[in-house]
């Protein structure tokens, strides 16, 4: 069996004296696992192309055990995210929870253009980390079946009031006059930047203004609700955290 196509490299593991083992993020084949043969020795672009944050084009085959990697071309390989340890910590996350959302055999289209897009924003520096890192979790939990319920309060159906809260638990709104005990208080237009994520097209979910302080608010709720349905530490987010101290 044989296959064309583009993919990111999310993953990659030496196996071996000189080997490489990757993790394809792709449109038409959800993840992909390949062998990457004498990946140490090759001065070629096969190696920059098989490297981690790779965009390339990929032709693969079918071995017994395995996918191979046959010839690799590189379309992208963000080198920019190298300049800055925050923005190279935050890329990992962002490919380990990619990892967590999708699956072998399963097109991910809208997740491949959203961990680009990101990575792209990543290495051009115009919006802060923080909203990037907010749009990436609560879009990739969407497209991973996690959408939360934010069109209206959860307990009486209010589209909105001055005052919200969000259940980063249940993933769920309510309104002021439906507080529920555990969930984070919010003013409006931090949920309305959710509705925004979570709803509007793929080229324009980036495309919002919040204050400073109502960041950091979708930054923290975004956060909670990803760990809620992860159950489980990603390093790389881990490692991010400590860096800010």
């Given at each position: 069996?044989?296959?064309?196509?583009?993919?990111?490299?999310?993953?990659?593991q030496?196996?071996?004296?000189?080997?490489?083992?990757?993790?394809?993020?792709t449109?038409?084949?959800?993840?992909v696992?390949?062998?990457?043969?004498?990946?140490?020795?090759?001065?070629s672009?096969?190696?920059?192309?098989?490297?981690?944050?790779?965009?390339?084009d990929?032709?693969?085959?079918?071995s017994?055990?395995?996918?191979?990697?046959?010839?690799?071309?590189p379309?992208?390989?963000?080198?920019?995210?190298r300049?800055?340890?925050?923005?190279?910590?935050l890329?990992?996350?962002?490919?380990?929870?990619?990892?967590?959302?999708s699956?072998?055999?399963?097109?991910?289209?809208?997740?491949?253009?959203?961990?680009?897009?990101?990575l792209?924003?990543l290495?051009?520096?115009?919006?802060?980390?923080?909203?990037?890192?907010?749009?990436?979790?609560?879009?990739a939990?969407?497209l991973?079946?996690?959408m939360?319920?934010?069109?209206?309060?959860?307990?009486?159906?209010?589209y909105?009031?001055?005052?919200m809260?969000?259940?980063?638990?249940?993933?769920?709104?309510?309104?002021?006059?439906?507080?529920?005990?555990?969930?984070?208080?919010?003013?409006?237009?931090?949920?309305?930047?959710?509705?925004?994520?979570?709803?509007?097209?793929?080229?324009k979910?980036?495309?919002?203004?919040?204050?400073?302080?109502?960041?950091?608010?979708?930054?923290?709720?975004?956060?909670k609700?990803?760990?809620?349905r992860?159950?489980?530490?990603l390093?790389a987010?881990?490692?991010?955290?400590?860096?800010?101290?």
């Open positions: 069996m044989r296959r064309t196509t583009k993919g990111l490299v999310i993953r990659e030496t196996i071996g004296e000189s080997d490489r083992l990757v993790t394809l993020l449109a038409d084949f959800g993840l696992k390949a062998f990457v043969r004498r990946a140490k020795q090759i001065k672009r096969m190696n920059s192309a098989t490297t981690l944050f790779a965009y390339s990929f032709s693969l085959y079918k017994k055990d395995a996918f191979v990697v046959d010839d690799a071309v379309a992208e390989v963000f080198f920019g995210l300049k800055d340890i925050d923005r190279l910590t890329a990992q996350y962002f490919a380990q929870l990619a990892y967590e959302m699956a072998e055999e399963q097109p991910e289209e809208e997740l491949l253009r959203l961990t680009l897009n990101s792209h924003l290495c051009k520096g115009e919006k802060k980390l923080a909203q990037i890192k907010a749009v990436f979790e609560f879009r939990l969407c991973g079946g996690y939360p319920s934010v069109l209206a309060c959860d307990n009486c159906g209010t909105e009031t001055e005052i809260y969000f259940d980063t638990l249940e993933g769920r709104i309510y309104c002021e006059n439906c507080p529920k005990a555990g969930a984070v208080m919010l003013p409006k237009n931090v949920i309305t930047a959710v509705r925004f994520i979570c709803l509007t097209e793929p080229s979910i980036f495309s919002f203004s919040l204050s400073d302080e109502n960041i950091a608010l979708l930054a923290d709720i975004a956060e609700y990803t760990m809620s992860i159950q489980r530490k390093s987010l881990e490692f991010y955290k400590g860096l800010q101290g």
